[in-house]
């Protein structure tokens, strides 16, 4: 695998809307091993995103395990696993399932390499292991394995299976860290960034800013294309623009603010206007014009010069930072004067950004000071745009909805891309079915009891068309159908139960790889856009009190009467009966 930055190219900028925007290219294509290759695919980027996600990238209990089951003639057993997570995140009653392009394409493309072989035969716990071993795990491929998965950007709930997993033992096995490091923080940001749209509502900007803060580059890029799915509008990040077609919006620091005293540090005073005339302006002396025809004379000049040199380099993006020196006294007031510069010279400005102070309440300061300035001056500034930033959490946008504001964008970095509010989702892998028999972990805590068995996933529907419950159900069981009374249970609290008449069903699961890509799953995959408008789609039909930052009430999950049965009694015939003497 190349790194991060060979896998990328240049492209020429676009000036879009209200900031810069750049388009991505795609990596360069590459087909799969032999094993599962597809020539009808062949212009199709089968590595996952991340050159890191190789089967390396697992824990040596997974390689250990997978040389017990090979030495006792066990590495071809039939085995089920089910990757799935046991509490929502956030304090919340949803979880957005992110991650299954990268984990199809690391099936896909599934190999250790000679390099990493020799490595493991020289780890010290693993130098005893015979020959055979080390041919077989080097000649091992995913072409006998079968996936199961949820839509990538459904909104899921516990101990539904995410992703199940079939096939021969060791290979099964092997899969487990990989996958789950895949779904885990994809998940959780998606979430994340899920619960800040809800949290602003569907008309306002979400920008993700977060680079510099996240836990690494690998961090960095899956935070811009997860908080993308999740319902954000774009990123500053430039790499995770190019590689996962994120819309790319950025502004300037402080920095450029500083960077200017005066007017000599102008290298030019002029401005080109827009075609076809492309006149020149002397937009200096209309702008200092303009502030001494207003008496804004005791603004900061070098801010002032700095929002010209910005004006004459980004006259169709014009969006500047308005807190270097003081929001209301200077800040706003030079904007102001450079946009209606930039208006006079045939350009449309675009806004301004806060970066600190009481956010709510200098937005409106903002605003009328728009409004004022449009009556003064006879132009349409009114609805300026007025991004807003400065450590901005899930807490800090209900504050503000709640107060009132006249912010038109937010721009999201720490507690979006950290995930501050909960930095793990907590995934987990367990094996529920080998050899044909069902399969249950026991624990003291009920929590972690799993439900052993082959399984299907149902979600049901009511009149309104909002999911009412999600059903585990055996596989051998008759799906459920619209318009018949169904018993749902409670899989561990035997009085927790309820009727279920759904107006209609949906099967959660669908195959995503079967050794090949499926019809259903296939390569090109869906554009991450795509998957946004998923994301954005499912809001709407969640019911409210789901989806409320506060005290939400709980999604159902429920198993059905025969399953119930299944479960308690294999759980019972598992379960050591102690001597008390």
Known sequence: ???????????????????????????APRRLPSSCDLSQQANVDLRPLNPLVVPMLTDLYNITMAYGHWLHGRADVQATFELYFRKNPFGGEYTVFAGLEECVKFMASFRFAQEHIQYLRQQPVLAHCEDGFWTFLAALDCSKVNVKAQREGTFCFPRIPLIVVEGPLAITQLLETTLLNCVN???????NAARFRAAVGPEIKLYEFGLRRAQGPDGGVSASRYSFLGGFDGTTNALAGHMCEVPLHGTMAHAFIQSFSDRSDLATTELVGPPPSKTRHDFLSLVLKLRDELGWTNTNEGELIA????AQAFPTSFLVLVDTYDTVKSGTRNFLLVALGLLRAGYKPIGIRLDSGDLAYLSKVARAEFSDFSIRMGVAFRRLMIVASNDINEPTLLSLRQQGHEIDAFAVGTHLVTCQAQPALGCVYKLV?????PR???????EKITVPGLKQAFRLYNSAGCPVVDLLQSADEPPPTPGTRILCRHPFQETKRAYVTPSSVQPLHTCVWDGDFTAVYAPPFLPL???????????????????????????????????????HTIWLAESPIPDID
């Not at 923080?185 to 979430?191: D, E, M, N």
């Not at 079915?433 to 028999?437: A, D, L, N, P, V």
């Open 1 to 27: 695998h190349t790194s991060w930055a060979v896998r990328t190219r240049s492209r020429p900028r676009e000036q879009h809307g209200d900031l810069m925007e750049a388009k991505p290219v795609a990596p």
């Open 307 to 310: 929002f010209i040199a910005y």
């Open 440 to 446: 249950i972990k026991i624990s003291q805590e009920v």
């Open 529 to 567: 856009a795509t998957l946004r408008s998923y994301v954005m789609e499912q809001v709407v039909t969640l019911r409210e009190d789901h989806m409320r930052p506060i005290n939400p009430t709980p999604y159902k999950v429920s198993v059905s009467s025969e399953l119930y049965e299944k479960l």
């Open 433 to 437: 079915s080998c050899g044909g028999k």
């Open 185 to 191: 923080y994809a998940s959780l940001l998606a979430t």
